[in-house]
Each structure stands twice: as structure tokens, then as C-alpha cells.
């Protein structure tokens, strides 16, 4: 007979947890990891990575999600590998090859031109394999059933864009990319477009969220790292709720203040 489950006793968490997501969880199996193991009541995200996409997922608890949806508009930072001469059907290695062709020579200023071409506004057309809605379903629900829907282009902004020649982990003629952009920016399609430019297509191997508005990579956590912790030391990690308004001013209301504003009354702070 197994043994009863421990039931998880919820608390009130308030705070930011800034995790580096692990390849192959969907970012709200990230989250909901992390809610367990901060036994946090309120938790959602600021965004989503793709499963096979790793790095910075701010984490938001409690207080802190009230002002999560702030933070979608702010610019991302990734680097990515791209597979040269094969292209897939979701642009990156969990789709199936649809077409293989031979990888030309590239020279310096042909991949220069490229990075010309895709940096600044550009036009994207979403994938079909994206969370998109159209007439109320996800774009994915459509590619899984065989279908594809027309889908308007979007503009985006590639602020900074760096492309390198290399080889990927199969030692396959890859390119390295390093972008710098605006929210709503698929970097498959990216990846995509810059292949098809180059003549050759391509897919993504490798794909790294490094920075998110104001967090980098660096102020990260895994999960393996916080489940190491003990409860006091995972509750030190969070950031308090805000550091999703760094660019917002400050206002402080003495107690009776706050209650009156607090009760929907408009009130001046200092």
C-alpha cells in the first residue's frame, strides 16, 4: 500500500525569484516547481521561454504579480546557435526536417549584409508553432492538426544583432547569434529568415535568454540549485516585488494616508 502524499501547506510569498530555466520544462512547469518548492500561494511569470529554450524567467509571487505584466514590454537579450542547410517544421530541433540543402561558402561581408539586413524594424510572420492566438485557439493547436492559418506580419525591433560563423555541437556549419530586441520577437523565425537569406535555411539548435529588461543571466538561479537550499536561504532569494519598476518613482504615504488610499480614496505622496 503506498504511503499518504505530504500535503504542501501554502503561504503568503511576495518577491521576484529570477530563475534560469532548465532545457525541457515549459516555463510554467518552471513555475510551478518553484511555487512547491517556495510553498508559495500566488505565482506566475513574466513571459514564456520555449521547453528547449534556457535562461532568465522572472518569477513572480504573490505582490509582485500585480505588476508582471509591466515587465512584457521590456527588451530580451539571446544567444542562439543556428544550424546551417536544414530546415525544420517549428524552426528549431523539435520539429521534424522538411528540407536539407547544401551550405555554401560565406564570406565575411555576404554574413555582414545579413546582419544589416535583419537589425533595426523589421516585418516577421509568427510561426505556426507559437502560442499565438487566432479566433481563440493557439497557433500550435492549428500546426498539430495539419493545418496552417495565414498570419499577418508583425514589427519588431532588432536593436543589436551579432552573427558569427561555427560550428554546432555535431560540428554541422552553424552561426552564432547574439540579439539584442524588442518584445515579440521570435528568434526561430529569425533564425529561419537569416538561413533563407544565406540560401541554405536553417534551424535552431541551442537558444539562451541571457537578460530580460534589467536582469541578466548572472542574477540567476537553477532549480536544482534553490530545492538545495533550506526554506530561509530559497526566501532570500527573491527580490522584492519592486525591482519590476526600476524606471518608476518612489512615493511614500504616512499610515493614515495609506489606509485612505488603500480604501480607493487619491492621495498625495512625497
Request: aromatic content about 4%; proline content about 6%; some cysteine.
Amino acid at each position: 500500500m503506498n504511503a499518504p502524499r505530504t500535503r504542501v501547506v501554502r503561504r503568503p510569498v511576495h518577491g521576484v525569484l529570477l530563475l534560469d530555466k532548465p532545457l525541457g520544462l515549459s516555463s510554467n512547469q518552471a513555475l510551478q516547481k518553484a511555487k512547491w518548492l517556495l510553498r508559495a500561494e500566488k505565482a506566475g511569470h513574466t513571459g514564456t521561454l520555449d521547453p528547449l529554450a534556457t535562461g532568465v524567467l522572472p518569477l513572480c509571487f504573490g505582490a509582485a504579480t500585480k505588476f508582471s505584466g509591466l515587465h512584457l514590454d521590456a527588451d530580451k537579450r539571446y544567444e542562439a546557435t543556428l544550424r546551417l542547410g536544414v530546415s525544420t517544421t517549428t524552426g528549431d530541433a523539435e520539429g521534424d526536417v522538411v528540407q536539407e540543402r547544401p551550405v555554401p561558402t560565406i564570406t565575411p561581408e555576404q554574413l555582414d549584409a545579413v546582419r544589416a539586413r535583419f537589425t533595426g524594424a523589421i516585418a516577421q510572420i509568427p510561426p505556426m508553432h507559437s502560442a499565438l492566438k487566432k479566433d481563440g485557439k493557439a497557433l500550435y493547436e492549428y500546426a498539430r492538426a495539419g493545418v496552417e492559418v495565414e498570419r499577418a506580419p508583425r514589427q519588431v525591433v532588432i536593436h543589436a544583432l551579432k552573427l558569427a560563423l561555427a560550428q554546432d555541437h555535431a560540428a554541422a556549419p552553424a552561426i552564432i547569434i547574439e540579439v539584442t530586441c524588442s518584445k515579440g520577437t521570435y528568434i526561430r523565425t529569425l533564425g529561419e529568415d537569416i538561413g533563407a537569406a544565406l540560401g541554405c535555411g536553417g534551424h535552431l539548435t541551442r537558444l539562451r535568454r541571457v537578460a530580460t529588461g534589467p536582469f541578466g543571466i548572472d542574477q540567476c538561479i537553477t532549480l536544482d540549485a534553490l530545492q538545495a537550499l533550506d526554506e530561509a536561504q530559497r526566501l532570500a532569494c527573491l527580490q522584492p516585488a519592486e525591482a519590476l519598476l526600476p524606471g518608476h518613482v518612489s512615493v511614500t504615504l504616512a499610515d493614515d494616508e495609506a489606509g485612505r488610499f488603500l480604501s480607493g480614496m487619491r492621495r498625495r505622496g512625497a
